[in-house]
């Protein structure tokens, strides 16, 4: 008996099955959203082989099921499978087709029924290694890409580091570390994946995912300051006056940091008994102010209260204190801390391996072009206030 004719006429049933099996299973996500072409992919292809290796009167193909199933493993990569997910759907596919073959397969003697199962298996294992080894070759490619991508941007940010201004060995270092752990990260994958294909631990690659997303928010941050600092040094920060409503603007600020806070225990306190009613300035840039003045409170401050107080002073001018129950600065510290790239630390605790250096010198130049001036008032152990002054109405 040949089963080859047999499986060439039940090929579409074949299909029509698996592809319902594909969908119906719960091992296989990546599918759920494709369309019917897409989960067929090149499956007619490989039982088309699987036919010409079943045939008594044809040569054996095996190149064209390396064929077929390799340009499977190449598609399901693109499509976002993984590798459990490829081998679960090729174990769906040897289900369905001795299902559909059974009843004809018992009616075939012993020996005959022995070739085609034997055959069916080895045509379905070939085409699983064929289809894992394209899949495995198709991400090595695209994490090649992104370590060269990576690569050049280090690069590029390190020539662009020397090429400008003071204080290059610091930023050097903050721009370095996070990109040099992304490249290291990416490098595991790559070694990772040049071993023999298995499931590997989907636990451990989310721990390394994760680090690199960290590194990667930290190096967006960074550059934002950076950028920050820049446009201002260049004259391109433009004011837009307007009245503005000062409780609201501190309640936005509040709300958009409370959640830091909370993770460390710490109370916003905001005193609304003094607030100015009728400000004019640029509200944009005195939001900018007052996050990084009550983010860099929360962030130095391990126990007690972040609180806001606004005060209504003579000669049209106005005030707002940001203080905090924090380590506090040295005197020696206070001098240098609007200093780009300056972190402070104290004899028992160095500065915090997510800070910048930029968010204070951020502060003053943006205060400075709201035509207004900082104090601040700070002891060690006892904590620290940031008083920003400015006129009640901007030029």
Not at 113 to 138: K, T
Request: hydrophobic share 40%; with cysteine; glycine share 4%.
């Amino acid at each position: 008996m040949d089963f080859s004719l047999l499986l060439a006429e039940k090929t579409d049933i074949i299909l029509n099955q698996w592809v319902a099996a594909v969908l119906k299973d719960r091992k296989i996500e990546s599918a759920e959203d494709l369309p019917y072409t897409a989960i067929q992919n090149d499956l007619p292809d490989v039982l088309k082989a699987m036919v010409t290796v079943l045939s008594m009167s044809q040569g054996n193909d095996i190149q064209s099921i390396v064929t077929a199933s390799w340009h499977h493993g190449i598609l399901r990569a693109k499509q976002g499978f993984d590798q459990a997910e490829i081998t679960h759907e090729y174990h769906l596919l040897r289900v369905v087709i001795f299902n559909t073959l059974e009843p004809a397969l018992l009616q075939g003697t012993a020996s005959e029924i022995i070739r085609s199962m034997r055959l069916i298996d080895a045509v379905i294992d070939e085409a699983i290694a064929q289809c894992v080894n394209s899949y495995i070759e198709e991400r090595l490619q695209e994490l090649k890409q992104l370590h060269s991508s990576l690569t050049l941007h280090n690069q590029q940010l390190n020539r662009l580091v020397i090429a400008n201004q003071d204080h290059i060995s610091q930023l050097a270092h903050d721009l370095k570390h996070p990109l040099s752990s992304i490249i290291g990260y990416s490098d595991l994958f790559l070694r990772q994946q040049r071993k023999k294909p298995e499931v590997k631990d989907n636990y451990t690659n989310l721990e390394h995912i994760e680090r690199v997303l960290r590194n990667g928010r930290q190096l967006l941050r960074l550059i934002n300051d950076v950028l920050e600092i820049s446009r201002f040094d260049a004259g391109q920060i433009k004011l837009n006056p307007a009245l503005i409503n000062v409780r609201e603007l501190i309640n936005n600020v509040c709300e958009m940091l409370q959640p830091l806070a909370d993770e460390k225990k710490l109370k916003l306190v905001v005193d609304y008994d003094s607030i100015p009613k009728k400000i004019v300035t640029d509200e944009f840039q005195l939001q900018q102010i007052m996050i990084n003045l009550v983010s860099n409170g929360i962030r130095y401050t391990d126990s007690g209260t972040i609180s806001i107080q606004c005060h209504l002073l003579d000669n049209n001018q106005w005030a707002i204190a940001v203080s905090d129950t924090g380590i506090g600065m040295t005197p020696e510290n206070q001098t240098r801390i609007f200093d780009p790239y300056f972190r402070a630390n104290s004899s028992n605790r160095s500065y915090l391996p997510d800070s910048t250096g930029l968010g204070l010198a951020i502060v003053s130049r943006l205060v400075k072009l709201l035509q207004g001036k900082i104090d601040l008032v700070s002891e060690v152990g006892v904590g620290s206030t940031f008083t920003v002054t400015m006129p009640l109405e901007l030029e």
